[in-house]
Structure formats: structure tokens, C-alpha cells
T-cell receptor
Framework: RKEVEQDPGPFNVPEGATVAFNCTYS??????FFWYRQDCRKEPKLLMS???SGNEDGRFTAQLNRASQYISLLIRDSKLSDSATYLC??????????FGAGTRLFVKA | DTAVSQTPKYLVTQMGNDKSIKCEQN?????MYWYKQDSKKFLKIMFS???????INETVPNRFSPKSPDKAHLNLHINSLELGDSAVYFC?????????????FGSGTQLSVL
């Protein structure tokens, strides 16, 4: 089993749609959780951290379920500019930062 | 000012050559990393240095040798390049080594081995 697994995608959605990405992790000792965004041929950039209580940043909502070892990202009112790859990131044992393979999102007009 | 800068952006070379990629961060961070992103877009850690000391060394061929002359610089030297080394290499930095803070990435070096 991979340490961090994500929905394979790609997700093709119209503008204005709500889309949700899921991610599971295998190491129950994982401590920190993040969503990064990577545009084509660019470097990954932090989108948001994920907290047990859940957190929201504008149209983006992240949730963490430690019992199920599950992380989610919800994007409301999708924009064309949201088209990118979304990477689920977890700190594993030994303080390593582990990236999921990413979920590709295409938002179309 | 660019926070994490790496050079070159593109590197095209022949099999068997030796090449280096340089990375510098001006964020005052203690920890720097090298990541490899292959054609399947999977981003995998290679090395991590904290204050010039190696703290993570994943299963990477010993043809890859990182060097950190000071905590603001982490260079990657690759000997005897192989076709399978073709990938995008990202340098990154973070404030601490615990991995619970966000990573700042350089813009990547696309290495093509012919």
C-alpha cells in the first residue's frame, strides 16, 4: 500500500461546480497534513494546511479524519484558474514529507 | 526576490556525463531538500539537509551526491548520467527539519539525458 494515496483523476468539471478530492495515508503516526497545488511545468505551492478541526480558506475547505486516516479537499464555485494538480502531503515517520501522486483538475468554461 | 532559486532551469546532456544543479535559499531556513519528479509526476524525496548535515538519504544511487557548503545552499552532483535520470529535480527549503512546516520550492530543473 502506498504511504499516501489520492483519487487518480482527472476531474473534468464546469465552472461553478463543487469538486471534492480524497486522500488516505497509511502511517497512523503522521503528524502534519497539507494540500499543495502544482500548475503544469511549475513547482508545487502550498494551498493550505489541514487541521483536525477542519479549516476553510475562501472557496477551499480541508478536512482531516485521523481515525480513518483520511484527508479531503473541497473546492466550491470552481474557477478556470483552479485547473491544476492537487497534491496531498503528509509528514510520515522520521519527519519525512511524503507527497501523493496528485489529482488533476480541469475546470472548463 | 526569489526565495528558492535553482540553476539551471533546463539541462540536456549525454549519457555518461557528470552534471551539477545548484540551489540557494534566502529565507534563512535551516533545512533544504532535493526532490525528484518523474514522468508520472510522482514527487519523491531524495535528500534532506539540516544546517549542512544530512538527515534524510532515501534509496538513491550513489551517483547522486548532495553538497551543502552552508545552510543556504544545497547542490546536487550527478555522476555517470543514465537515461532513467531524466526528470524534473526540485530543490526546497523549510524552517525546521520536523516536516511540519510548509515547503518552499524552487522552480525546478528539467534534466534530459540523451
Amino acid at each position: 500500500r502506498k504511504e499516501v494515496e489520492q483519487d487518480p483523476g482527472p476531474f473534468n468539471v464546469p465552472e461553478g461546480a463543487t469538486v471534492a478530492f480524497n486522500c488516505t495515508y497509511s502511517n497512523s503516526a503522521s503528524q502534519s497534513f497539507f494540500w499543495y497545488r502544482q500548475d503544469c511545468r511549475k513547482e508545487p505551492k502550498l494551498l493550505m494546511s489541514v487541521y483536525s478541526s477542519g479549516n476553510e480558506d475562501g472557496r477551499f475547505t480541508a478536512q482531516l479524519n485521523r481515525a480513518s486516516q483520511y484527508i479531503s479537499l473541497l473546492i466550491r464555485d470552481s474557477k478556470l484558474s483552479d485547473s491544476a494538480t492537487y497534491l496531498c502531503v503528509v509528514t510520515g515517520g522520521g519527519f519525512k514529507t511524503i507527497f501523493g501522486a496528485g489529482t488533476r483538475l480541469f475546470v472548463k468554461a | 526576490d526569489t526565495a528558492v532559486s535553482q540553476t539551471p532551469k533546463y539541462l540536456v546532456t549525454q549519457m555518461g556525463n557528470d552534471k551539477s544543479i545548484k540551489c540557494e535559499q534566502n529565507l534563512g531556513h535551516d533545512t533544504m531538500y532535493w526532490y525528484k519528479q518523474d514522468s508520472k509526476k510522482f514527487l519523491k524525496i531524495m535528500f534532506s539537509y539540516n544546517n549542512k548535515e544530512l538527515i534524510i538519504n532515501e534509496t538513491v544511487p550513489n551517483r547522486f551526491s548532495p553538497k551543502s557548503p552552508d545552510k543556504a545552499h544545497l547542490n546536487l552532483h550527478i555522476n555517470s548520467l543514465e537515461l532513467g535520470d531524466s526528470a524534473v529535480y526540485f530543490c526546497a527549503s523549510s524552517q525546521n527539519k520536523e516536516g511540519n512546516e510548509k515547503l518552499f520550492f524552487g522552480s525546478g530543473t528539467q534534466l534530459s539525458v540523451l
